[in-house]
């Protein structure tokens, strides 16, 4: 987990994202899975894939195909390891990624440590797949996501969850999002305001028309999260259930 949490693997951190394949590339094979390296395939306007996705396969002597699924990549920009350097307190460790997700990095690894140590053969691949984008809605990865998981049997996501740290969840919400563009109309503010248009105006004015879409707990989740100006474009996220 140390290991891990200590390097910084922020958004678009192609530095930190190389040295975490590497990890993880080295981790695998000493496993004994094959691994394969595939390039992130996208990027949008306002997000940056980097670095590769790695898949690792190993097999069994027959049974059910498993697919071990968890992100590389953290919502915490390069710096914040200085602020809050990893620790231990009791049965507690404290980190910037350590519950999203590179608990279940450790977890997945952990598991096959033990899984090796037993000699467990019973299986007929298991699959470990480490994304590198899930933060920014897996733009360069989710195509190699879908078409892996069609090839097996169960799929595991080690994505953490606060509704009960113990349980496994059988389904979550999916994700959307909504870019809006709004032109304005120059005019002179004083003398002609009336011939204008004023962009920033009728951008608030759509927030708050659309904040009621936002349905609550065990409903739609609608949320505007950027507003960028000049030519002014809003974005927003879409999670329903």
């Known amino acids: 987990m140390e290991r891990l949490v200590n ?13 975490m394949n590497n990890l993880l590339e080295q981790e695998l094979r000493s496993l004994g899975f094959t691994v394969t390296r ?20 190993l097999h069994g002597k027959g049974g059910k195909n498993i697919m071990l699924q968890a992100h590389q990549d953290t919502v915490y920009a390069r710096g914040a390891l200085a602020k809050a350097h990893f620790r231990v307190e009791g ?32 299986f007929g691949t298991i699959t470990v797949l480490f994304n590198t984008d899930e933060e920014q809605s897996s733009v360069g990865s989710k195509d190699l996501i879908t078409s892996t998981a069609k090839l097996n049997d169960y799929i595991l996501s080690f994505e953490p ?21 709004i032109a304005g109309r120059a005019a002179h503010a004083v003398a002609e305001p009336k011939k204008g248009v ?24 609608f949320t505007w999260t950027m507003a960028q100006g000049g030519r002014l ?9």
């Open 38 to 57: 595939h390039p992130t395939t996208g990027s949008t306007a306002d997000r940056v894939s980097v670095g590769d996705n790695i898949i690792g396969v």
């Open 91 to 122: 049965d507690l460790a404290y980190g910037p990624s350590i519950a999203d997700a590179k608990g279940g990095i450790a977890v997945i690894l952990h598991s096959l440590k033990l899984l090796k140590a037993q000699n467990f053969k019973n």
């Open 161 to 181: 969850t606060s509704v009960d740290p113990e349980g496994v969840p059988l389904g979550t919400s999916g994700i959307g999002t909504a870019t809006v563009a």
């Open 233 to 241: 474009e809003i974005f927003c996220q879409l999670m329903p259930v």
């Open 7 to 19: 390097i910084e693997s922020g958004p678009a951190d192609a530095v930190g994202m190389a040295e």
């Open 198 to 221: 004023n962009a920033i105006v009728e951008a608030a004015d759509l927030v708050l028309r659309t904040v009621d879409l936002n349905e609550g707990s065990g409903g739609l989740r």
